[in-house]
């Protein structure tokens, strides 16, 4: 029997597929091994993290063309793309290209602000437009207009041998119901449910009327929903740092407790001028880890999670964890694999 009060619909795991500087092809072919495996296990969604200047996904909407061809049922989303590092119209093209690949699998998360490091990387990224470039939600805004078709020209029509439309071509009806906001304040929440996105929860968030992180989160999944026209329905996916540990080998278990301790005073109080709350990372059996979701406040109200990889292990840690969850955990949670 499920120990929370509703049973978890939706099971999916989030990935950063870290690479090698030296050989980048097997860090992604990893990545690409790891969601046909999440396939196989039964998971409903696979997720990459969007990571530019660093050794991981820069470019998620390339892996998961590929992983489209590579699988055949199981969803693909991210978690989230910085569209402050993206023109809206071409990300909109290039969304709606995976989408129709993936014959409407695709779940893009995206977030606002300014690109991390921008007074280092403002040069490269906008040379010429740095100091007007608009990074709030205003670009994510023009994004769900061009993929869900609004014009984008007044010119449609053929223009010597060639056809041109005034949208966004290939046009993917069902892709801006399944956008996702990555939010961790209210007013992403409010904004996400008024513009009648999805809204993606991770183990961050702002501590803006409570120290609990629990509390915090519930408060943003309400007001999301406050806010949405969809009201109590309207999709929201959690994304805590989980790792069961029943198959797990000694070894294993040592390095991700030592893991998770080294990360843990961080969740004890508000970290930095922005007051960031961090949630601990949940280590154990997945009867331990389920009794905890179960007494988590915002866990009780949400029946989707995408459960955050740790960034750093192996290959065969994630193999390990991810079958546990998907074996152990995630029956425990009410969850039944899919066929």
């Known amino acids: 029997m499920p120990l929370t009060s ?30 046909e495996m999440g396939e196989r296990l039964g998971f409903d969604s696979a997720w990459v993290r969007h990571r530019h200047l660093q050794y991981g996904i820069s470019s998620p909407m390339t892996v998961l063309a590929a992983a489209s061809q590579r699988t055949s049922r199981i969803e693909l989303g991210t978690a989230v793309i910085p569209v402050g590092w993206e023109n809206p119209l071409r990300l909109a093209e290039d969304l709606a290209t995976v989408d129709v690949l993936s014959r409407g699998r695709l779940n ?7 690109p991390n490091h921008y007074d280092q990387v403002k040069g490269a990224l906008y040379p010429d437009t740095a100091d007007v470039e608009d990074f709030s939600h205003e670009r994510v805004r023009r994004l769900l207009d061009f993929v869900r078709g ?21 046009h993917s009806p069902g892709l801006g119901r399944r956008m996702w906001y990555g939010g961790g ?22 501590a803006e009327e409570s120290e609990d992180f629990a509390e915090i989160q519930l408060s943003h999944l309400r007001t999301f929903r406050a806010h949405h026209p969809d009201g109590d329905r309207a999709r929201v996916s959690q994304g805590l740092v989980v790792i069961p540990t029943d198959t797990a080998s000694p070894e294993q278990r040592v390095k991700y407790e030592q893991y998770a301790l080294q990360r843990t005073p961080r969740t004890a109080t508000p970290q930095g001028p922005a007051r960031m709350m961090f949630a601990p990372d949940l280590v154990g059996t997945s009867e331990e880890i389920a009794e905890r979701l179960a007494s988590h406040a915002a866990f009780r109200e949400v029946d989707e999670v995408a459960f955050a990889l740790p960034f750093t292990f192996d290959h065969e840690d994630y193999v390990q964890i991810l079958t546990d969850i998907a074996t152990r955990l995630g029956p425990a949670l009410g969850w039944q694999a899919a066929p």
């Open 6 to 35: 509703k049973p978890l619909r939706k099971l999916g795991f989030l990935t950063i597929g870290l690479f090698d500087e030296a050989d980048p092809r097997r860090g992604h072919e990893s990545t690409l091994q790891i969601i």
């Open 108 to 114: 893009p998360g995206v977030s606002v602000g300014p």
């Open 150 to 170: 609004e014009p984008v020209t007044d010119f449609r029509g053929v223009e010597g041998f060639e056809v041109f439309s005034d949208r966004v071509q290939p």
């Open 185 to 206: 304040s209210l007013r992403s929440a409010r904004w996400a449910g008024e513009h009648g996105m999805n809204l993606l929860t991770s183990s961050v968030v702002k």
